[in-house]
């Protein structure tokens, strides 16, 4: 049982656009939500995180909306760069064992020059 | 600092052999934690382990998996009698004492083909 979908799962995007991913989850007892940018080759990093106390956290260019009623996340990135071409991952997990991640299938974004 | 280093990068196994996977954490990390990456699929979790203790195996399949964070050296995650469905990208991450949250970063992962 899949418990983080994620969407799309490929998306194009031209310079300076806005790219838009989306998570859902089904495990209420999720209360800590990253994302993870990962380039070919490497492994993931994380980019930015939320908790579900605030309904949005902005960091640069990059902003995660959270709706705790919905069961949805999603991941903003404003002005898009070609150097953000990458897999994004969602992520969720329990807080106090916050290393138990569990992943969506990730996306993976193309920015064109 | 050096991150997070594994080895091998990619690693070829006939079905039946073993299969070690090393990862050294950052300096002053003594938390390390396993994931795999099955293809197009995102990763998960399999074993998180501090030094001489595994914390949580709650992800580790049942069989032919192992893994071990001795007092010196590397963690090592071991798979016996390799399967062509064990195919996969292996990353561990470290942490300091801190735990998880921003404080984790993973290695660039050990590319496992069973042929």
């Known amino acids: 049982q899949q418990q983080v979908k994620q969407s799309p799962q490929s998306l194009i995007v031209q310079k300076g656009g806005i790219s838009i991913i989306n998570c859902a989850y089904e495990n209420t007892a999720f209360d800590y939500f990253p994302w993870y940018q990962q380039f070919p080759g490497k492994g993931p990093a994380l980019l930015i995180a939320i908790r579900p106390d605030v309904s949005e956290k902005k960091e640069g260019r990059f902003t995660i909306s959270f709706n705790k009623s919905a069961k949805q996340f999603s991941l903003h990135i404003m002005d898009s760069q070609p150097g953000d071409s990458a897999t994004y991952f969602c992520?969720?997990?329990?807080?106090?064992?916050?290393?138990?991640?569990?992943f969506g299938k990730g996306t993976l974004l193309t920015v064109n020059p | 600092n050096a991150g997070v280093m594994q080895n091998p990068r990619h690693l070829v196994r006939r079905r039946g052999q073993e299969a070690r996977l090393r990862c050294s954490p950052m300096k002053g990390h003594s938390h390390v934690y396993w994931y795999r990456q099955l293809p197009e699929e995102g990763l998960k979790f399999m074993v998180y382990l501090q030094k001489e203790n595994i914390i949580d195996e709650s992800g580790m399949p049942k069989e032919r998996f192992s893994a071990e964070f001795p007092k010196e050296g590397p963690s090592i995650l071991r798979i016996q009698q390799v399967v062509r469905g064990d195919s996969a990208a292996y990353f561990c991450?470290?942490?300091?004492?801190?735990?998880?949250?921003?404080?984790?970063?993973f290695g660039q992962g050990t590319r496992l083909t069973v042929v």
């Open positions: 992520a969720a997990s329990i807080w106090g064992s916050n290393y138990k991640l569990t």
């Open positions: 991450a470290s942490s300091s004492d801190r735990g998880w949250g921003t404080e984790a970063f």
